[in-house]
């Protein structure tokens, strides 16, 4: 069974609106930890945002924020105002209880057009 | 430069060939995790190493392996290669089992097998 599951494949949105990236997960730990990583064309991978399963308040890191959604098993990803540089491929990950390695999902790719 | 150094940055090889790939962990780093990222795919976790010794494992292939030495540095090792091994291979590093940044992604080998 899948994870991490984000529906959308990919995504257009005008410049200066606001973005929101779908993720859903399924765990039956009580501890964990949600990430978003942004890849863009060129290559590497950029960790954006984390909201750890205890957080009782969204993270929020700059233009980012994680709309989080504990009984909803949903981390959605929002970008305000968003800026062509932000055209790229996001991807949203777990951590599961002590387990280490971080699973991700198959990402969204975000175009922004000007 | 996340601080995290991967060569080499490309690789062309053939079908049938070994090919070896390493990667150096930021300072201070303890673990480091393997990824695969094929076409349109999100990130596959191979294999994770903690302070030189195998910690846990994920889809990896019996052509595949890997190893953490005593400077910290790791290397992938993949043989008997096949058009379908044509990936992006990230390293990442990270010095805390909970660490709210999750990884430092290295830039990545991406490997062309014809």
């Known amino acids: 069974a899948q994870k991490i599951t984000q529906t959308q494949p990919g995504m257009f949105v005008q410049e200066k609106e606001a973005v929101t990236l779908d993720c859903t997960y399924d765990?039956?730990?009580?501890?964990?930890?949600l990430f978003w990583y942004k890849q863009p064309s060129s290559g590497e991978m950029i960790f954006l945002i984390y909201?750890?399963?205890?957080?009782?308040q969204n993270a929020t890191e700059g233009r980012y924020s994680l709309n989080f959604q504990k009984a909803r098993k949903s981390a959605n990803l929002v970008i305000s105002a968003s800026q062509l540089g932000d055209s790229a491929m996001y991807f949203c990950?777990?951590?599961?209880?002590?387990?280490?390695?971080?699973?991700f999902g198959k990402g969204t790719r975000l175009h922004i057009l000007p | 430069d996340s601080g995290v150094t991967q060569t080499p940055k490309h690789l062309i090889t053939a079908t049938g060939q070994r090919v070896t790939l390493r990667c150096s962990p930021r300072?201070?780093?303890?673990?480091v995790y393997w990824y695969q990222q094929s076409l349109d795919q999100g990130l596959q976790f191979l294999i994770q190493?903690?302070?030189?010794?195998?910690?846990a494992k994920g889809n990896i292939l019996e052509r595949f392996s890997a190893q953490q030495f005593p400077d910290l540095h790791s290397e992938l090792n993949l043989s008997s290669l096949e058009l379908g091994d044509s990936a992006l291979y990230f390293c990442?590093?990270?010095?805390?089992?909970?660490?709210?940044?999750?990884?430092?992604f290295g830039s990545g080998t991406r490997l062309t097998v014809v």
């Open positions: 990442a590093s990270s010095v805390l089992v909970d660490s709210p940044y999750g990884y430092t």
């Open positions: 765990t039956s730990d009580q501890s964990y930890g």
């Open positions: 909201q750890g399963s205890y957080d009782e």
């Open positions: 990950a777990m951590r599961e209880g002590r387990d280490d390695k971080i699973i």
């Open positions: 300072s201070g780093d303890l673990s």
């Open positions: 190493y903690y302070n030189g010794e195998e910690r």
